[in-house]
């Protein structure tokens, strides 16, 4: 009988500056969304019981940024990785283009903006016929629906899932990422000491330890340590 071969688990873990060069707006850099909102007023329970209708619209206007963007290199490299590897995406990006680019498995730990979710049951969760939500629609229980996304002062998503995947991984990409955002930028801490690990960035304040740094855009990067791991070497 033949051995069954399983496919070395391959994670990347992806942020902002991975949507932004495809175009989107970050929230944090200069000239990013946070200066033209205020936090508590779109992106927090609070903001919502205030204002349903200017959250809903903030959210509308960000999901049809997402429509009109494409997935760039990164993206599309990312997913070539498939061929080979066992990958796992875990993103911090609330947009679709991850999936767009073709790859499988994505997790995402912050929501996504192409769905919609009940306001009194987090588990009712819908995917979005039409780029918009408005007042008055209502998911089966009969309160109002709100973006699939994850605000402050709420819960991140799968953690538990993702840190299993970091513990177990044998190489690991980090892209676009600050590590700022908490608790999500605690998982590079799970990195198996043995894994092959980098992180691609145009800065950083801080690698973390057993990282290897390498600066650059991820439209370009990315793309490099694809090929290189596709064919069998380390990126240099």
């Known amino acids: 009988m033949s051995e069954i ?4 688990k ?27 909102y205020a936090i508590e007023d779109v992106a ?31 993206h599309r490299a990312i997913a070539s990785l498939e061929a080979k590897f066992d990958v796992v995406v875990i993103t ?21 903006i192409m769905k919609a979710r009940s306001s009194v049951d987090p588990s009712l969760i819908y995917m979005l016929a039409n780029p918009t939500i408005q007042l008055g629609e209502l998911c089966e229980k009969g309160s109002q629906l709100r973006p ?10 799968f953690m538990e899932e993702c840190l299993g995947h970091f513990s177990t991984a044998s190489r690991i990409i980090t892209v676009g990422t600050s ?33 290897r740094f390498l600066r650059g855009a991820a439209a370009t990067v990315v793309p490099h340590v694809a090929t290189c ?3 069998g070497r380390k990126p240099v």
Not at 53 to 61: D, P, R, W
Not at 148 to 157: A, I, L, P, Q, T
């Open 10 to 36: 391959v994670v990347v873990f992806t942020g902002a500056g991975v949507s932004a060069e495809s175009g989107l707006k970050t929230f944090r850099d200069m000239g990013g969304l946070w200066n033209e």
């Open 44 to 74: 927090s329970p609070e903001g919502w019981r205030r204002n349903p209708s200017a959250v809903l619209s903030f959210y509308n206007e960000r999901r049809q940024a997402v429509l009109a963007a494409q997935p760039n290199a990164a």
């Open 179 to 211: 590590l700022t955002v908490y608790p999500a930028a605690g998982l590079v801490k799970k990195a198996r000491f043995s894994a092959e690990k980098y992180l691609v960035s145009l800065e950083a304040q801080k690698v973390p330890y057993g990282f």
């Open 5 to 8: 071969r399983v496919a070395e």
């Open 148 to 157: 699939d996304v994850v605000w402050f002062g709420e819960d991140v998503r």
């Open 229 to 231: 791991w596709l064919e």
């Open 92 to 112: 911090q990006n609330i947009d679709d283009l991850h999936e767009r680019a073709g790859s499988t498995n994505v997790i995402h730990v912050h929501g996504e």
